[in-house]
């Protein structure tokens, strides 16, 4: 996998002062950060702080009821279209269609980041844990099963930003460990990362933590 990171000093994604309201609660606000190349930022915070409704703003999902976001030291109004089409989200729920294989949604992923390689596609099933699976209909896997799908993903998008909402749900520990891995390979890479987790988080060096409400700080030692 490779990444087409752009060499620079600056920022990839700066957020300002954001503030989120869901059903008349403000979940969070004046929350700023910085995402640079190489990041690999862990949200934090109680059930209800607004972990998944931020990754979901980050996303487009979600509007901000106050603030500014930045991409690339441009606002987000002027270059919304290119921050999309460089950022991956990946949600709390697999995000696959149950009717069809494993194969068949990679497929179908495949074609929003303009791949075609069978083998690519294949080969991702393979590193997730999934060989001997590819035809089975998703219907038919387990939960955690489901999430590889979901995360083969990573092994051929393109995408600059990975927003990953509890990426390793229903996973083993030796699922755990491939993604792990996943992610240290796309941060030195020059890529970013920002994921919510109650996993322990353990083996990523550099993890950087973000506490709604709180400021941005490295992980201690």
């Given at each position: 996998?490779?990444?087409?990171?752009?060499?620079?000093?600056?920022a990839?994604?700066?957020?300002?002062?954001?503030?989120?309201?869901?059903?008349?609660?403000?979940?969070?606000?004046?929350?700023?950060?910085?995402?640079?190349?190489?990041?690999?930022?862990?949200?934090?915070?109680?059930?209800?702080?607004?972990?998944?409704?931020?990754?979901?703003?980050?996303?487009?999902?979600?509007?901000?009821?106050?603030?500014?976001?930045?991409?690339?030291?441009?606002?987000?109004?002027?270059?919304?279209?290119?921050?999309?089409?460089?950022?991956?989200?990946?949600?709390?729920?697999?995000?696959?269609?149950?009717?069809?294989?494993?194969?068949?949604?990679?497929?179908?992923?495949?074609?929003?980041?303009?791949?075609?390689?069978?083998?690519?596609?294949?080969?991702?099933?393979?590193?997730?844990?999934?060989?001997?699976?590819?035809?089975?209909?998703?219907?038919?896997?387990s939960?955690?099963?489901?999430?590889?799908?979901?995360?083969?993903?990573?092994?051929?998008?393109?995408?600059?930003?990975?927003?990953?909402?509890?990426?390793?749900?229903?996973?083993?520990?030796?699922?755990?460990?491939?993604?792990?891995?996943?992610?240290?390979?796309?941060?030195?890479?020059?890529?970013?990362?920002?994921?919510?987790?109650?996993?322990?988080l353990?083996?990523?060096?550099?993890?950087k933590?973000?506490?709604?409400?709180?400021?941005?700080?490295?992980?201690?030692?």
């Amino acid at each position: 996998m490779t990444t087409t990171a752009k060499k620079t000093t600056a920022a990839l994604l700066s957020a300002s002062k954001l503030a989120c309201e869901r059903d008349e609660r403000l979940l969070f606000s004046d929350l700023s950060f910085e995402l640079y190349a190489g990041d690999l930022l862990q949200l934090e915070g109680p059930n209800g702080a607004g972990k998944t409704s931020l990754m979901r703003l980050l996303a487009g999902l979600l509007p901000f009821s106050e603030g500014e976001l930045t991409w690339q030291g441009q606002s987000l109004n002027t270059c919304r279209e290119d921050f999309y089409q460089s950022m991956l989200f990946i949600g709390h729920l697999a995000g696959i269609k149950a009717e069809l294989s494993p194969l068949e949604n990679l497929h179908w992923f495949a074609a929003l980041e303009g791949v075609q390689d069978e083998a690519l596609l294949e080969q991702a099933l393979y590193q997730v844990g999934l060989a001997g699976y590819e035809d089975h209909p998703c219907h038919q896997l387990s939960a955690g099963q489901k999430r590889r799908v979901a995360l083969a993903r990573l092994l051929f998008t393109q995408r600059l930003v990975w927003l990953l909402d509890e990426p390793f749900t229903a996973l083993d520990k030796a699922a755990v460990a491939a993604i792990e891995n996943l992610l240290l390979e796309h941060c030195q890479a020059g890529g970013a990362v920002i994921l919510t987790s109650h996993h322990a988080l353990e083996n990523l060096p550099n993890l950087k933590v973000l506490s709604l409400g709180a400021k941005l700080s490295g992980s201690q030692p």
